[in-house]
T-cell receptor
Framework: NAGVTQTPKFRVLKTGQSMTLLCAQD?????MYWYRQDPGMGLRLIHY???????AKGEVPDGYNVSRLKKQNFLLGLESAAPSQTSVYFC??????????FGDGTRLSIL | RKEVEQDPGPFNVPEGATVAFNCTYS??????FFWYRQDCRKEPKLLMS???SGNEDGRFTAQLNRASQYISLLIRDSKLSDSATYLC?????????????FGKGTKLSVKP
């Protein structure tokens, strides 16, 4: 039972490049989330999904897109990376109103 | 507007000490409350949920005061392994519709 798995673990991008972060969970959770964590800012919600085929905006959605084509996967896309998107990205999932189960994060640097 | 506020610390305490963390929240409609623990360069992990009547899990005690919109975490007999950042987390309806607000965390360092 792997829980929540994020790929890649690390990535360096140049400004303007695009990339997709992949999150996979094997707990059959309906809800999935993407957060970013920056020093002094705490965790902030980017987008979330309450089920396959659904997505919704969180607190800081600008510059990101998401897709939930399969229940177990939640993809986060950066169409045109900017230095302000340098951060640690965490995916999480939950069963209903329960706590969040987090992946171990993706460290993204944009030069 | 700071929805969930915590003292950032760091709290530097000796092994065996008792330490208390406090957290205040601004949304009176909040219904779910948690403490998470985050080790350096790791993901947050649930430490415990916080219930209105207060709850205890071994050396950890969490309390909620809805009238004052205040949450606390007490750690007794601190261990070196308790060193981490503790995140106060507050949710509005259910907490599942993306509406969990994470505090910035309080850093604890337990010294020998």
């Amino acid at each position: 039972n792997a829980g929540v798995t994020q790929t890649p673990k690390f990535r360096v991008l140049k400004t303007g490049q695009s990339m997709t972060l992949l999150c996979a969970q094997d707990m059959n959770h309906e809800y999935m989330y993407w957060y970013r964590q920056d020093p002094g800012m705490g965790l902030r919600l980017i987008h979330y999904s309450v089920g396959e085929g659904t997505t919704a905006k969180g607190e800081v959605p600008d510059g990101y897109n998401v897709s939930r084509l399969k229940k177990q996967n939640f993809l986060l896309g950066l169409e045109s990376a900017a230095p302000s998107q340098t951060s640690v990205y965490f995916c999480a999932s939950s069963y209903g109103d329960s706590d969040r189960h987090f992946g171990d994060g993706t460290r993204l640097s944009i030069l | 507007r700071k929805e969930v506020e915590q003292d950032p610390g760091p709290f530097n305490v000796p092994e065996g000490a008792t330490v208390a963390f406090n957290c205040t929240y601004s949304n009176s409609a909040s219904q779910s409350f948690f403490w998470y623990r985050q080790d350096c360069r790791k993901e947050p992990k649930l430490l415990m949920s916080v219930y209105s009547s207060g709850n205890e899990d071994g050396r950890f005690t969490a309390q909620l005061n809805r009238a004052s919109q205040y949450i606390s975490l007490l750690i007794r007999d601190s261990k070196l392994s308790d060193s981490a950042t503790y995140l106060c987390v507050v949710g509005t309806y259910g907490g599942s519709q993306g509406n969990l607000i994470f505090g910035k965390g309080t850093k604890l360092s337990v010294k020998p």
